[in-house]
């Protein structure tokens, strides 16, 4: 079945950036778009991000253009997204996520990575 | 950007009708395809789909989940509550990007 393995926390200083991955098994990786969404904590769901990993075809959020950036590595099947000049407002768990097909919501899920930015 | 309003929280009892409502700031139906989503999430987990394009069941998902609406007003309705359904529920939408999230509903007992 479709899984997502996100990378671990991180605790990261300000200023700093901070990389984290995503291994989908299960599928095709190059078949699907993969998303990436914010949860502050306590708060709602903020969409990021996509990416195609055929292509490396990207679509952002206006809000995390220029803090965000995401990138697939086709040999290892692992979608990146990294986060630069870090500061308190990024802390948050960070998850990547797949839908089936185009406006079926995302039925996948990965655990989530939990981002602390402190000095 | 679509903004969704959700009411933040709904008290409920176990066995009763749970009604959770999400508003659009525009349309977010195309032709016959309303494209609003639910999920569920609870603590310390990912959320969970559980209706795609306003009224169609995920995989696995109990039938005493059901959605329903178009345009800008959608609903998520729950019958009968039980316990384990205690949790936060999100719509979003997937009719322009960005996709935005409503601000949650939290279910509780009352």
């Known amino acids: 079945q479709v899984k997502l393995l996100q990378s671990g926390a991180a605790l990261v200083k300000p200023g700093t950036s901070v990389k984290m991955s995503c291994k989908p098994s299960g599928y095709t990786f190059t078949d699907y778009w993969m998303s990436w969404v914010k949860q502050s904590h306590g708060q709602s769901l903020e969409w990021i991000g996509e990416i195609y990993p055929n292509s490396g075809a990207t679509n952002f959020n206006e809000k995390f253009k220029g803090k965000a950036t995401l990138t697939v590595d086709k040999s290892t099947s692992t979608s990146y997204m990294e986060l630069s000049r870090l500061t308190s407002e990024d802390s948050a768990i960070y998850y990547c996520t797949r839908s089936n097909y185009n406006n079926y919501g995302f039925a996948y899920w990965g655990q989530g990575t939990l981002v602390t930015v402190s000095s | 950007d679509i903004v969704l309003t959700q009411s933040p929280a709904l008290a409920v009892s176990l066995g009763q009708r749970a009604t959770i409502s999400c508003r659009a700031s525009?349309?977010?139906?195309?032709?016959?395809?309303?494209?609003m989503h639910w999920y569920q999430q609870k603590p310390g987990q990912q959320p969970k789909l559980l209706i795609y394009?306003?009224?169609n069941l995920a995989s696995g998902i109990p039938a005493r989940f059901s959605g329903s609406g178009s345009g800008t007003d959608f609903t998520l309705t729950i019958n009968p509550v039980q316990a384990d359904d205690i949790a936060t529920y999100y719509c979003q939408q997937s009719r322009e990007s960005p996709w935005t999230f409503g601000g949650g509903t939290k279910l509780e007992l009352k």
């Open positions: 394009r306003a009224s």
């Open positions: 525009q349309s977010v139906s195309v032709s016959r395809y309303n494209l």
